[in-house]
């Protein structure tokens, strides 16, 4: 028999396992990648031992300039311990730059800056291909109390800060990315992953996509961004 215990939940990118205790769960990065609500799927070797030691960097990073976040550890190459954290339904979207369904919604162009940034949510629901909605929605359909959006909408653009910093040390532009939250102990923690499959990520000078929207748009060259990205940052990718 194997002692590999039973997944708590798959996903389109993680498999989640319990953890070693009843405050922790393990997280498996897998190499799936997916875009258009599921209907463009392709496996891309390494991209989960990637974007797991792209999570540990950045989650760690994170910490140390005081955000809390659900991560521990790394456990391996392609596992993370992680704090059980009771998962607010709700993505905080924050962008520097017009990219992404930005641009078809406002018919703004691509790239351009967005100044102050802009942060808006949307609901995780597949079915309903996670549509945006707006504070109110969140506090009368009960997916978190006000201080909690507040905290979240703090942190959120407290990330932006710190991320857009250290990207542009290493000649990248932070376009745009998404964040998930979620409770524990009574507080409000950033939990999910963040890595290139999660945000938008353009070298400073050329412009080139170093991020997901490569797979989005067929351009190629995904896990050989990723790394790249990694290796400007320091990343020991072959652990």
Request: charged fraction near 30%; hydrophobic fraction near 40%; glycine fraction near 8%.
């Amino acid at each position: 028999m194997s002692d590999v215990p039973a997944a708590l939940y798959e996903g389109k990118a993680k498999i989640v396992y319990p953890g070693e205790d009843a405050d922790t769960l393990v997280l498996f990065f897998k190499d799936d990648t997916s875009a258009f609500d599921g209907e463009k799927r392709e496996q891309l070797a390494r991209k989960g031992e990637i974007n797991n030691a792209f999570n540990a960097y950045i989650q760690t990073y994170l910490q140390e300039h005081g955000v809390p976040t659900h991560f521990l550890r790394r456990l391996d190459a392609r596992r993370s311990l992680v704090r059980r954290l009771d998962m607010i339904p709700v993505e905080s979207v924050l962008r520097n730059r017009a990219a992404g369904s930005l641009c078809r919604r406002l018919g703004v162009e691509e790239g351009r800056l967005l100044e102050p940034p802009v942060l808006e949510f949307f609901l995780k629901n597949d079915a309903l291909h996670d549509p945006m909605i707006n504070r109110s929605h969140i506090r009368t359909f009960g997916y978190a109390h006000a201080e909690e959006v507040e905290r979240m909408e703090y942190w959120t653009l407290r990330v932006n800060a710190l991320l857009r910093e250290r990207f542009a040390q290493v000649g990248l532009i932070l376009v745009d990315f998404k964040l998930e939250f979620g409770r524990f102990a009574g507080e409000i923690f950033l939990g999910d992953e963040f890595s290139p499959d999660g945000c938008r990520l353009w070298d400073v000078q050329s412009q080139e996509k170093m991020d997901k929207d490569r797979f989005r748009r067929g351009l190629g060259g995904v896990v050989e961004a990723y790394i790249e990205v990694a290796r400007r940052l320091g990343i020991a990718t072959d652990a």
